[in-house]
């Protein structure tokens, strides 16, 4: 069974500034793919960024990177120089090969001017 | 990627009725799923639709309540039917694309269902 866990169900950040978004997630397959969603008011999902397992570099985008821990099965969503466009829920994913995204709970991140 | 629309962006109606939500894809593709997020919740996957299948159900969503059609390769439709106000819900479509090497997944902008 997979399993994505957010345990952050609110975060805030000064603009410019720099915030760290948990994410832990469990699976017995060793081909998976993870990513960050990014969901606005206007409730379209964004793909913000993705990282194949089988990479040891963590994937960048951008003011956008992740801290991929796979034996901890830790996958973090870093944002720097915080913008008031990145206020948004943002959601974990896993994807192991059934077809099926599972998705985190999420974490509403407000950008304070 | 993929651009996806969605028909309708967004409806209110009563309950006891149904309403079928549009989903379009600029390109071929052969997986399309459908998504429900309930207020203030994550994304739950209702089903996946395959084109010359019928569609496959996960725990929880019967046919009956939630019909879709797969007419060709760019192209879906959901129905959510006899609804009642817990049907109240974003509903998203996506798709994949798929390599040997990677995945993602891209989404629609969502129909926004008010069932009053």
């Known amino acids: 069974a997979q399993t994505v866990t957010q345990s952050q169900p609110e975060m805030s950040v000064q603009e410019a500034e720099t915030v760290t978004l948990s994410c832990t997630y469990d699976t017995s397959e060793n081909n998976y793919y993870l990513f960050w969603y990014k969901q606005p008011p206007s409730r379209q999902m964004i793909l913000v960024i993705r990282?194949?397992?089988?990479?040891?570099q963590n994937a960048t985008e951008n003011r956008f990177s992740v801290n991929f821990q796979k034996a901890a099965k830790s996958f973090s969503l870093k944002i720097s120089d915080s913008q008031l466009g990145d206020t948004a829920m943002y959601f974990c994913?896993?994807?192991?090969?059934?077809?099926?995204?599972?998705f985190g709970t999420g974490t509403r991140l407000t950008v304070i001017p | 990627s993929a651009v996806i629309s969605q028909k309708p962006s967004r409806d209110i109606c009563q309950r006891g009725t149904s309403l079928t939500i549009q989903c379009q894809v600029d390109?071929?593709?052969?997986?399309m799923f459908w998504y429900r997020q309930q207020p203030g919740q994550s994304l739950t996957l209702i089903a996946t639709?395959?084109?010359?299948?019928?569609?496959?159900?996960e725990s929880g969503f019967v046919i009956d309540k939630f019909p879709i059609s797969r007419p060709n390769l760019t192209f879906s439709t959901l129905t959510v039917s006899n609804m009642s106000p817990e049907d109240s819900s974003i509903y998203l479509c996506?798709?994949?694309?798929?390599?040997?090497?990677?995945?993602?997944?891209?989404f629609g902008p969502g129909t926004r269902l008010t069932v009053t």
């Open positions: 990282q194949e397992a089988y990479k040891q």
């Open positions: 390109s071929q593709v052969t997986m």
């Open positions: 994913a896993l994807f192991a090969g059934a077809n099926n995204l599972f």
């Open positions: 996506s798709v994949e694309e798929m390599t040997s090497y990677s995945y993602e997944q891209y």
């Open positions: 639709a395959n084109q010359g299948s019928e569609a496959t159900y």
